[in-house]
């Protein structure tokens, strides 16, 4: 059923983005699903390509990115990720450098220098005493899995402030 009115509803409106909320048995259950549906409308980007099963979007499609996107007017991710990664902004800003992007390809690559180097462009050396610096800007360690996490999340928080 969802799927027919979804196509009905982007066959009048094609860049209309559809969300749904989880199936309900029983009419009691009805607006729950909707507050669902409305969560994952607030967490939609407009432009978001669906998934390749579906002409709709529902809550297991909200992930990290999404949520984020959900949240970015709210001051408190604001201030996150200006803690995390402001000092490194920064420095980049100054001195027209682009650990921000070091950072980014050795975050994606799940610390992994050598992968992270490769997508960089860089030698793997270069890519060490890129992140060394990053380290000592940012006062961490990114041998730990909990700052990567951390660094990763305010990363991808920075990427939907700036493009949403």
């Not at 970015?72 to 027209?96: C, F, N, S, V």
């Not at 610390?111 to 890519?127: C, F, V």
Request: hydrophobic letters at 35%; glycine letters at 6%; aromatic letters at 4%.
């Amino acid at each position: 059923m969802a799927e027919r009115l979804s196509r009905t509803a982007r066959n009048l409106v094609p860049e209309a983005t559809v969300s749904v909320g989880s199936q309900v048995a029983d009419l009691a259950d009805t607006a729950r699903s909707f507050r669902e549906a409305a969560r994952v409308m607030e967490a939609t980007p407009p432009g978001q390509p669906l998934p390749a099963d579906r002409s709709f979007h529902e809550l297991p499609d909200i992930d990290l990115r999404r949520l984020l996107y959900a949240l970015r007017e709210d001051t408190r991710i604001q201030d996150y990720t200006e803690r995390r990664l402001g000092r490194l902004i920064d420095h980049d800003t100054r001195h027209g450098t682009d650990l921000l992007t070091t950072l980014g390809h050795y975050l994606d690559a799940a610390g992994n220098k050598t992968t992270a180097a490769r997508r960089g462009g860089l030698s793997r050396e270069t890519m060490y005493q890129r992140l060394r610096t990053v380290e000592r800007l940012l006062d961490t360690d990114l041998e730990s899995g909990e700052r990567r996490t951390e660094l990763h999340v305010a990363l991808t928080a920075l990427r939907v402030l700036r493009t949403g």
